[in-house]
């Protein structure tokens, strides 16, 4: 199918490009921006006016759920989620149930998403076997059905040996390991360490379980050479080590959830569950420097950290609530809302949900590489027309996640999404 999308203003912040043109999507690819629409007319013609176009959102963290939790959230609702915030690609951690060990596992996950005709699924596979931490995991086979880098979600690592023996490996065949660092035995708390979580007697992670983890892993990374993308930073001081391993060049890469970004554990208020988050809300000087960190590039991607919980692990008490938010529909909402509270450049806060993470994956994405993240001719046709003067309020039953359970509820939001184009096919299309 031929559709022109007239009259929005084209923003790519991977070649800088911005200016009010056409753009003509056949075949799956974009043949035209910026110039007359090539020979035979269209099938559809948007108009965008008013509207910005932009390449299809990437989310480096979004669980969807399935198999074995489909009580919380299901590939359906979750995908149909994904496309309804713009989020054309997106990346699901291995801690589903069974555990993404087994290229079977990975091939029927990724087989189920494209029959929806959505998002794009990019699995991890599991580090270890059944996220154990003991035993390795084939990780050439789970490569070759899919899988886009390692890793275990959620669950630390408790030798350090097994660590080292995984980057090993994975330094040899070029694959990438996600972690998100926290050390095992720091990392059980259900709060932010800190004043907040004293006066309210809930168990606190100290900023500690995310250094000491960061320490060891890039001590590691100086040895093996292997690349690490670190998930979900959450600390001043955990930015700033980022910053140093950087600078010592050595090959990371990381991102910060939409949650940490702008929440503090303030907003725990009177024990409200829905800010029940791993990591940790941390107090006001993480969030502000989370925030630089991700306008000055030290963070690489931001992310909706989308994890759907049911109403029956919510409504708990807070240390008993099952932590996790969906966010897939809310992160170009908060990202715009980043840009216009925190004075941030437009191109640099679309750039961290585009382009950048679509970096992170870099050659993993294949034949994808050169044109997801991004707006091209010749590029794969996947891209949103946004509304920025759409001003909404988050309402939990206005969500298409299975999840409704979120701490921006009640949140005014700038920017709406009015329509998802995945491999130049219509995914999603608000209606009124």
Known sequence: MKIL??????????????????????????????????????????????????????????RLREPGYEHE?????????????????????????????????????????????????????????????????????????????????????????????????????????????????LGKGVAASGPLATRMGLSGVPVAAETIALHTIFELLKTTGARVHLCRISSAAGVELVRQ????????????????????????????????????????????????GLADGTIDALVSDHCPVEDDAKTLPFAEAEPGATGLELLLSLALKWSQDGGVPLQRALATITCEPARVLGSALGTLQASVGQLVEGGVADLCIVDPQAAWTVQADALRSQGKHTPFTGYELPGRVRTTLVGGQVAFERRG
Not at 7 to 29: E, K, M
Not at 134 to 144: I, S
Not at 166 to 180: D, I
Request: glycine residues 10%.
């Open 73 to 185: 959230g299901m590939l359906e609702s979750e995908m149909a989620a994904a496309v309804a915030g713009g989020v054309t690609s997106l990346v699901c951690p291995p801690d589903t149930d069974p555990v993404l060990d087994e290229p079977g596992l990975v091939e029927m996950l990724k087989f189920r998403a494209e029959k929806l005709h959505q998002a794009r699924l990019f699995p991890l596979g599991a580090l270890t076997r059944n996220l154990a931490g003991e035993v390795l995991t084939e990780m050439a086979e789970l490569t070759e059905s899919g899988c886009v880098g390692f890793g275990q979600a959620e669950v630390a690592l408790a030798s350090t040996q097994v660590l080292q023996r995984a980057l090993q490996y994975a330094a040899t065949f070029g694959y990438t390991v996600w972690l998100r660092p926290q050390e095992l035995h």
């Open 245 to 292: 391993a950087k600078a010592q060049g050595l090959p990371v890469t990381c991102d910060v959830s939409v949650n940490s970004l702008h929440l503090t554990d303030m907003d725990i208020g009177f024990f409200d569950s829905n800010a029940r988050l791993s990591p940790p809300l941390r107090q006001q000087r993480d969030r502000d420097a989370l925030q630089a």
């Open 5 to 62: 999308i007239q009259n929005g203003r084209v923003i790519d912040p991977a070649s800088g490009f911005d200016q009010t043109c056409d753009v003509t999507v056949a075949a799956g690819r974009i043949i035209g921006i910026g110039k007359a629409s090539p020979d035979g007319a269209p099938h559809r013609v948007i108009d965008a006016r008013g509207c910005w176009v932009l390449p299809g959102l990437v989310d480096l963290a979004a």
